[in-house]
């Protein structure tokens, strides 16, 4: 799987977007990025995931470059909740015999400040 | 959909002891996975199933780590004689099409 690059932290002003970068430079053609957060002491959760098209739900928007080297995680409307770390992961198509496990780095630290 | 649940979801034991965590996952998620978190890292993947079917697992299970489904709904994660360095988070996730869902995750402390 790709490696992923990350900011270690991020501050965010609460009511603000949060904007949060990741760059996986080497990424090919069939593999997907994901973002997960983890809220302290909590387990990873899911928050989105995309290939090549920008996606959005109710949670966050998901911004992928044309050269699919990077991507970008909106939070719209921070609140003092979304206050955690937030994982991106890059991860091969599934197939029957592979490209089963997320491989987690140590994420950007997001602080939402009142 | 009540989520993937974990049991305890805190342990404290001493070294040498022996363990069980129990994982249910979604219903219906025919894979499940197990990872291990320590203090300032992200997750590690474990070992996985697919139904009852242990398919793949990680240099970081040890021999004293066994993981089972027996019937292809719940799992079980156990470590035997347990060290410090067994302290951490152990997850469990599940997912049915492309997307795993964690659980609460269970913590070990060994002293």
């Known amino acids: 799987d790709a490696k992923t690059t990350q900011p270690p932290s991020m501050d965010c002003a609460e009511g603000r977007a949060a904007n949060l970068p990741c760059n996986h430079s080497?990424?090919?053609?069939?593999?997907?990025v994901y973002w997960y957060r983890q809220i302290h002491s909590q387990g990873p959760q899911y928050i989105i995931h995309?290939?090549?098209n920008n996606e959005t739900n109710e949670m966050a928007s998901l911004i992928i470059t044309e050269d699919r080297k990077s991507s970008t995680l909106i939070l719209p409307h921070a609140t003092l909740r979304d206050t955690a770390v937030y994982y991106c992961?890059?991860?091969?198509?599934?197939?029957?015999?592979?490209?089963?496990?997320?491989?987690f780095g140590t994420g950007t630290r997001l602080t939402i400040i009142p | 959909d009540t989520g993937v649940s974990q049991d305890p979801r805190h342990k404290i034991t001493k070294r040498g002891q022996n363990v069980t965590f129990r994982c249910d996952p979604i219903s219906e998620h025919n894979r499940l996975y197990w990872y291990r978190q320590t203090l300032g890292q992200g997750p590690e993947f474990l070992t996985y199933f697919q139904n009852e079917a242990q398919l793949e697992k990680s240099r970081l299970l040890s021999d004293r780590f066994s993981a089972e489904r027996p019937k292809g709904s719940f799992s079980t994660l156990e470590i035997q004689r347990t060290e410090q360095g067994d302290s951490a988070m152990y997850l469990c996730?599940?997912?049915?099409?492309?997307?795993?869902?964690f659980g609460p995750g269970t913590r070990l402390t060994v002293l």
């Open positions: 995309g290939l090549k």
């Open positions: 992961i890059v991860r091969g198509i599934l197939t029957n015999f592979g490209n089963e496990k997320l491989t």
């Open positions: 996730a599940s997912r049915s099409t492309d997307t795993q869902y």
């Open positions: 080497t990424i090919s053609g069939n593999e997907y």
